[in-house]
């Protein structure tokens, strides 16, 4: 890996204590103010949190600096066309802040119901994540698939510099996926052991196809218990946790501290993975807290 890249380490909304909007701000504003380098927002309809793209246009007319990313937007079950527009239209109200990234399906059962696909969804998201690319980088686009047809369709304006197209997924076959059709590549859940080899999986598949996701395009979330998480919510993020990835001891995939957090960034840098999304396991007492210990110990190992 070359030393000259970059690390970056943003902040990913989590659950809230206070109330959604209540936190939404302190978390907008403190992040700002901090000149902290990303925030992101969940997609999590059946939750108490803010649709992510809606989020996205609040944060950006509130502050200057932020770069403002989708920690992922489902993708599949979405008309991409309009995602097109609205990711079109925030590039250019928000030049070089927009940080896009989709994924398959969402992160529990019960909300896949919100979103249905005209078929198998792994093929509706390659199909879709096409059309929303030709559609960002091409002055009229054509396109008769297999889910989606569009003649002469256009979006405009379009943002001046092409947006990187992010995916999730960590099976061998969303790797591959993320080397074929993506600019880059954010996990969940996984070790810095994992995220190294998905790594050189997704570095092949791109090879194979004739193109290249760039070394530095490859991050992770990472969560992190906050400051005087109370034992009850500990547990309930560790079996939390232990539901998303059974196979995996729960306390690997959390960090207890920041301290710890620090630790495993540096792991992961070493295994290529150099951008950073850190949410809190469990809903801080105080976010302006968590934000403060967040400058304090990771902001740091940026370089």
Request: aromatic share 6%; hydrophobic share 45%.
């Amino acid at each position: 890996m070359s030393p000259a890249l970059k690390v970056r380490i943003g902040i990913g909304a989590g659950p809230s204590r206070l109330g959604v909007a209540e936190d939404t701000t302190t978390l907008v504003d403190g992040c700002e103010r901090r000149g902290i380098d990303s925030l992101w927002f969940p997609d999590r309809i059946a939750t108490d949190a803010v649709e992510p793209l809606t989020a996205l246009g609040w944060a950006a007319g509130r502050t200057e600096h932020l770069k403002l990313g989708t920690g992922v937007v489902v993708l599949p079950g979405r008309n991409p066309a309009v995602v097109a527009h609205q990711l079109a239209s925030l590039a250019v109200l928000a030049p070089k802040r927009i940080l896009p990234v989709f994924g398959l399906q969402p992160a529990t059962p019960a909300e896949r119901t919100a979103y249905p696909v005209p078929g198998p969804r792994a093929a509706v998201l390659e199909e879709a994540l096409q059309v929303v690319r030709r559609l960002l980088t091409e002055e009229s686009v054509t396109h008769h698939g297999r889910f989606f047809t569009l003649d002469d369709a256009a979006v405009a304006p379009r943002p001046a510099q092409p947006l990187d197209l992010w995916l999730g997924g960590l099976v061998p076959a969303a790797l591959r996926r993320v080397g074929r059709l993506a600019d880059g590549w954010l996990a969940s859940f996984v070790t810095p052991a994992e995220a190294a080899d998905a790594r050189r999986v997704i570095a092949e598949a791109a090879d194979a196809a004739g193109r290249e996701v760039e070394e530095d395009h490859y991050g992770t979330n990472l969560l992190v218990l906050p400051p005087g998480a109370a034992p009850d919510e500990v547990e309930r993020a560790l079996a939390a946790t232990a539901k998303r990835r059974p196979e995996i001891e729960p306390g690997t995939l959390i960090a207890r501290d920041f301290s710890e957090a620090g630790r495993l960034v540096g792991e992961f840098v070493d295994g290529g993975i150099t951008k950073f999304v850190v949410r809190p396991a469990t809903a801080p007492e105080s976010w302006d807290d968590f934000l403060d210990a967040f400058t304090t110990e990771l902001v740091p190992l940026e370089n």
